[in-house]
């Protein structure tokens, strides 16, 4: 059973004239943990907005849990949980407060669902008097997802939950999203960090509304079309103008220290290649990333 499907969705703003999402169709399985990965501006939020039942598309439908978005959106409204990117609970509220708040909307308690949110309240429990405008960012981060899953939702919508908080935060929160998988809740996360695709089990890379492939982390990496080579030099600016001058070379990015780089025929030696750039220090054969891919995706 897919407990997400998206079938030709559209949405533009200003009268037509700024195009949000385009043609966008994809299908999420239950209990599948499902990464849209894109920028910011690439219509992650619009499509979010739209699946959560708060935006109305122009084209297209979109199943969530079995109901039609528009047709059964109280029934959606019930079953699922979002949370979005901005912090967006009651600042002055204290933190068991507004989790009390959220349970009653849902006609439910704290201690009724206490069990899909321990492990992550605990975390957050010594400071359940503080008011949640006082937290730190990952602590708000925790509680607003607390607060999306204390009616134990079916399907869970995380608007770049990670964005703005700390490596630690980060890493704390894939590790409790796994934790929530286990339990059989449905993930759908967004984010712009392109590290971050490899943790989910499929992802969907999006860029000005459009989708460019959906596929396991796996399967996109495995599909990336050329031989691909990190090069570095003392000179990495030098180097990149040197690089794009050269006519063998297909493409060139940037990543950290160093160039990633194709050729346009394969077959052409990298050896050789190393030779006639005597600024080169180190060139080597590497596996794609995520961001690879994505690029040469985005340059198609």
Request: aromatic share 8%; proline share 4%; hydrophobic share 35%.
């Amino acid at each position: 059973m897919n407990h997400v499907i998206v079938e030709h969705i559209e949405k533009s703003y200003d009268k037509g004239k700024s195009s949000a999402v385009k043609d966008v169709s994809f299908e999420v399985k239950k209990g599948e943990l499902f990464g849209l990965i894109g920028p910011d501006g690439a219509g992650k939020t619009t499509l979010f907005r739209i699946l959560t039942t708060l935006l109305l598309a122009d084209k297209g439908k979109a199943y969530v849990n079995g109901h039609e978005v528009v047709k059964d959106f109280k029934n959606i409204r019930k079953e699922v949980g979002y949370m979005p990117g901005k912090f967006s609970l009651y600042q002055d509220l204290s933190v068991e407060e507004n989790l009390s708040f959220f349970a009653s909307i849902f006609n439910t308690t704290i201690q009724e669902n206490y069990d899909l949110v321990k492990d992550i309240y605990v975390q957050i429990e010594p400071f359940k008097n503080r008011r949640a405008g006082k937290l730190s960012g990952g602590m708000k981060q925790k509680l607003a997802l607390c607060c999306a899953l204390i009616h134990k939702p079916t399907v869970l919508f995380l608007d770049e939950p990670t964005t703005g908080v700390d490596t630690v935060s980060r890493r704390e929160f894939w590790d409790m999203l796994k934790g929530l998988k286990e339990q059989g809740i449905t993930i759908l996360v967004s984010t712009p960090y392109m590290d971050e695709a490899s943790l989910c089990e499929k992802i969907a890379l999006i860029q000005e509304g459009e989708i460019l492939s959906v596929d396991t982390p796996q399967g996109i990496t495995a599909a990336y079309p050329d031989k691909l080579f990190a090069i570095k030099a003392e000179n990495m600016s030098k180097l990149l103008k040197e690089l794009r001058d050269t006519p063998s070379v297909k493409e060139v990015n940037t990543f950290g220290e160093y160039h990633h780089i194709s050729f346009i025929k394969n077959e052409t030696q990298p050896e050789e290649f190393q030779s006639n750039l005597a600024m080169t220090t180190e060139m080597k054969p590497i596996a794609p990333t995520i961001e690879d891919c994505f690029i040469n995706l985005m340059n198609r």
